[in-house]
């Protein structure tokens, strides 16, 4: 069975003698573990209670202590609170419950025999004995796996050389791990609160942001508004412990050891790649979209923030390859916008940044005509639409007038044969009245006709939406006409 992080270990990292950081995983003790299987096996024998397995719980050794922390939920579950210890059930309030139960398992018994069924009365009372040990079993391991994990943590911060370690915090919180004098990290949770449950990580280095700018290019989807608030947003599992520690330790020893080389890695190199990106997608949006639908970058699931191509997204790249292209590389290219102030404050320290700049300018006014030209036939084919649906609807209007006589024919027949038969009154009308037929059937079609149009005219107006929305940014951050 796969070890679990701040279950079977913590996540951290630690100092080393030559100043570098490293990973490591430290084993939580598990001083209860002979007994958590002991009562965990007794579960199954029915000559065990529930009062056997108090009895054996009575050994084993925690604190005692409430802990506000997600064991044993997962980070994204809702209206969680820390696990407590079960409260003790008396010999006497036991016999009580197995009495009142047995008593209601009788009372169902000739519920179901009066229905001519068979009730199991000793089957289902095992089955609640058993329920009550395990519900019991679950409770007292969850609290002691947070008592484990609680104790095996204290120990962790008391070694000064552990700069970080994997939490378990209910709520926000915020930690600020200052690793040097020029690197930073900053790390905010929020586990515990169902879909807002985050796991966000901030790297600055000498007091700027760094940004993963290639990801724009890298990913089929990156919400680059949010970019520009964390180097990295991983989905709130526990999993990304050692995804997020890792890379904690890998940029801060390139920081460490070789400063031009971290600036290569994490600002050059980044820049670079966005930018072939973009020169790509201007040239050609289609071949990098049928790219992504042929090729899933397994490394989307670690994070919240960009995703693999989707079916929707294909079906749509199928139907509307033209108008998806167009405002496919404007939203990335006029996105990458958003940059520009973290890039401003890196052109001050760096002088290669200043001509990437320039051209991140100039490939965002070069579109802005395309984007234009396509709105403005995307507003034109959905005027055509539009019309389209008002000469259906009129159609619409004919027939129905046309079927009027015939259904109030058909409403006074089942009025008189009576509503029990409706089904067979409306058969016999429409093979009597094939005119009928046919007219329900041009209703139908002009119906449908009119539902995909509009569902046209909604697809086309979510293709005019994002245009106008990369129009708007290119034309405010770069104060042109």
Request: net charge negative.
């Amino acid at each position: 069975m796969p070890e679990t992080v701040n279950i079977d270990f913590i996540s951290c990292v630690a100092k080393t003698v030559n100043g570098n950081l490293t990973y490591k995983e430290i084993p939580v003790a598990k001083p209860n573990k002979e007994i958590l299987s002991t009562i965990e096996s007794m579960i199954d024998n029915p000559n065990r209670t529930l009062i056997d397995l108090q009895e054996c719980a009575s050994k084993l050794h925690y604190s005692g202590e409430y802990h506000h922390i997600c064991i044993p939920h997962s980070y994204n579950a809702s209206y969680i609170n820390g696990p407590k210890i079960p409260k003790e059930v008396s010999f006497s309030d036991y016999q009580n419950l197995c009495k009142e139960k047995k008593a209601s398992l009788e009372e169902q018994k000739k519920e179901f025999e009066e229905k001519g069924k068979e009730f199991d009365v000793d089957a289902a009372y095992e089955q609640y004995l058993k329920g009550l040990k395990y519900e019991y079993f679950s409770r007292i391991r969850s609290y002691i796996n947070a008592d484990e994990y609680m104790t095996a943590l204290s120990k962790v911060k008391l070694n000064n050389k552990n700069l970080m370690f994997s939490t378990e915090t209910i709520g926000r919180t915020i930690f600020n791990y200052p690793i040097s004098d020029d690197v930073n990290f900053e790390v905010k949770t929020n586990f515990g609160y169902g879909s807002s449950a985050y796991f966000y990580v901030n790297l600055t280095y000498r007091g700027i942001q760094i940004i993963p700018y290639s990801d724009i290019v890298r990913y089929y989807y990156a919400n680059m508004a949010h970019f520009g608030e964390y180097t990295r947003q991983y989905r709130p599992r526990h999993e990304s412990w050692p995804i997020f520690l890792n890379f904690v330790v890998e940029t801060a020893n390139l920081a460490h050891d070789n400063p031009e080389e971290f600036v290569a890695t994490w600002i050059k190199n980044e820049l670079k790649e966005m930018m072939v990106g973009l020169r790509k997608l201007k040239k050609d949006p289609k071949e990098l979209i049928k790219s992504f639908r042929d090729n899933i970058n397994p490394m989307a699931e670690n994070y919240i923030s960009v995703r693999n191509i989707q079916g929707s997204d294909k079906r749509l790249f199928k139907a509307y390859p033209n108008e998806m292209s167009t405002a496919y590389k404007a939203d990335k290219i006029s996105g990458a916008l958003r940059f520009l102030d973290n890039l401003t404050q890196l052109s001050e320290i760096y002088d290669f940044i200043s001509e990437s700049i320039t051209e991140l300018k100039e490939i965002n006014i070069s579109i802005l005509p395309e984007i234009q030209e396509t709105l403005k036939g995307i507003r034109e084919s959905i005027l055509v639409l539009e019309h389209q649906i008002e000469n259906l609807e009129q159609e619409i209007e004919a027939v129905e007038k046309r079927i009027t006589p015939y259904s109030q024919t058909l409403d006074d027949l089942i009025k008189n044969g009576g509503e029990e038969k409706r089904a067979s009154i409306i058969d016999l009308f429409k093979k009597n009245n094939p005119r009928y037929t046919e007219l329900l059937n041009k209703l139908d079609s002009l119906r449908s006709e009119v539902q995909r149009k509009r569902s046209l005219i909604h697809e086309r107006r979510n293709f005019e939406d994002s245009l106008e929305q990369s129009e708007k940014l290119i034309v405010e951050t770069l104060q042109v006409a």
